[in-house]
């Protein structure tokens, strides 16, 4: 079965361009998280929705993240402008939520380089 | 935010040895999992966990569900080189929805 698919897996802008990161959750799973990852700050969860509508983006850095989930096989996380300190590995994850057996799969990541 | 301490943050042990982490919480969790990280891949699920006090291996890893329901940890046995790799853990209380906090990680370096 396929896992958790993210592109682009890797990525390298210039500050102010508009990034977009794409994620394909497991069939089937109706949960589905974003995450960014940094030596500085470890793994922190950016948003997180449940059958396509967000539910928690407290997460989200500032204005200048958007994420959108259009349907249950895609969601996308965009960041513009750009700027260095948004260099990151970004996760994608999903789930199937329940009292038990909601674990959370992770995708690749796509590694996010601002020049 | 719930704070998940993982401890140690880093080890550096011989092959052979026996490996233990754990993963403290302020509140009570109903899930616990485990995750491994390799470089440049994405954590991977290796345990899941329930119920308090459950005990559950895969292999020759080992994970318990504390009885407070405010821990967890994570034993491997006869430690090889492809354990190298950062460990995570995780906790959900399930009136957070469908939220998993993150510990911030053990890494482990396996000498040969």
């Known amino acids: 079965d396929a896992g958790v698919i993210q592109s682009p897996r890797h990525e390298v802008t210039e500050m102010g361009q508009e990034v977009t990161l794409r994620c394909k959750p497991i069939?089937?799973?109706?949960?589905l998280f974003w995450y960014r990852q940094t030596m500085m700050r470890g793994l922190e969860l950016l948003i997180y929705?449940?059958?396509?509508?967000?539910?928690?983006d407290s997460g989200m850095p500032e204005d200048r993240f958007s994420a959108k989930m259009p349907n249950a096989s895609f969601s996308t996380l965009k960041i513009q402008p750009s700027e260095p300190r948004d260099s990151a590995v970004y996760f994608c994850?999903?789930?199937?939520?329940?009292?038990?057996?909601?674990?959370?799969?992770f995708g690749p990541g796509t590694r996010l380089t601002v020049l | 935010g719930q704070q998940l301490n993982q401890s140690p943050q880093s080890m550096f042990i011989q092959e052979g040895e026996d490996v233990s982490m754990n993963c403290t919480s302020s509140?009570?969790?109903?899930?616990w999992l485990w995750y491994k990280q390799d470089p440049g891949e994405g954590p991977v699920l290796l345990i899941a966990?329930?119920?308090?006090?459950e005990l559950t291996s895969n292999g020759r890893l080992t994970a318990q569900f504390g009885i407070t329901r405010k821990d967890s940890f994570l034993n491997i046995s006869a430690s090889i080189p492809s354990d190298v790799g950062i460990y995570f853990c995780?906790?959900?209380?399930?009136?957070?929805?469908?939220?998993?906090?993150f510990g911030t990680g053990t890494s482990l370096t396996v000498i040969p």
């Open positions: 994850a999903s789930s199937r939520p329940g009292y038990t057996y909601n674990e959370q799969f």
């Open positions: 069939s089937g799973h109706n949960s």
């Open positions: 929705f449940n059958n396509n509508v967000p539910i928690d």
């Open positions: 509140s009570i969790f109903n899930t």
């Open positions: 966990l329930y119920k308090a006090g």
């Open positions: 995780a906790g959900q209380h399930r009136n957070d929805g469908n939220q998993f906090y």
